[in-house]
């Protein structure tokens, strides 16, 4: 069993920043990788980044130079770091993480750009 609690969401202009927090309680040795999505209504989930149990990172291309994945292991806790953002970025972000055998969902947090 993971638990997962997003923060950090608000609202901000563009060209600012903004940092979530993604932190894992529960069975947090069996995650293998844990992500970022984003989803718009009316528009499909995005992958957002992602960031394995052995370190590895990727973000998605169209926040790749903006956006960076890390993760704090003492605090169990995963980041986004979100800078020069876009109002495009406006979206509901979820945490998740794989085991082997579930996924798990965060609650979701509102990141809103205005312009």
């Known amino acids: 069993q993971v638990q997962l609690a997003e923060s950090g969401g608000g609202l901000v202009q563009a060209g600012g920043s903004l940092r979530l927090s993604c932190a894992a309680s529960g069975g947090v040795f069996d995650i293998n990788a844990m992500n970022w999505y984003r989803q718009t209504p009316g528009k499909q989930r995005e992958l957002v980044a992602t960031?394995?149990?052995?370190?590895?990172?990727n973000v998605a291309g169209s926040v790749k130079g903006r956006f960076t994945i890390s993760r704090d292991d003492a605090k169990h806790t995963v980041y986004l770091h979100m800078n020069s953002l876009k109002p495009e970025d406006t979206a509901v972000y979820y945490c998740?993480?794989?085991?082997?055998?579930?996924?798990?969902w965060g609650q979701g947090t509102q990141v809103t750009v205005s312009s």
């Open positions: 998740n993480a794989f085991t082997i055998l579930t996924t798990y």
């Open positions: 960031i394995t149990k052995d370190g590895a990172t």
